[in-house]
């Protein structure tokens, strides 16, 4: 018999979903820009029913990180940041 706790440790996690805002604002650039990278398909994005964009953060901080295309230290610092927005620009 499963056990209800076992159902729910074997559902997925929801990722929490961020604006171009929250993610412009850790990459220190302009959310406009964030929405230039969706478009180009640099960072995945997917839309609301009202057509918004948003951002899963396991993405966003993964990119932070250095995973994936852009290589930033695990603690990223103001240079670091800036190194992920150039690249991800590009």
Partial sequence: ????????ARAPQRDRLLTPGEVAALF?????TVTRWA?????GSIRTPGGHR???????RALLRGEGDVLVPAQP??????????????
């Fill in 28 to 32: 220190r650039v302009d959310p406009k």
């Fill in 39 to 43: 478009s180009a398909g640099r960072i």
């Fill in 54 to 60: 948003r951002f899963r953060e396991s993405e966003v």
């Fill in 77 to 90: 610092t103001a240079n670091a940041v800036d190194l992920a927005a150039r690249r991800l620009s590009r």
């Fill in 1 to 8: 018999m499963i056990m209800a706790d076992e159902i729910v």
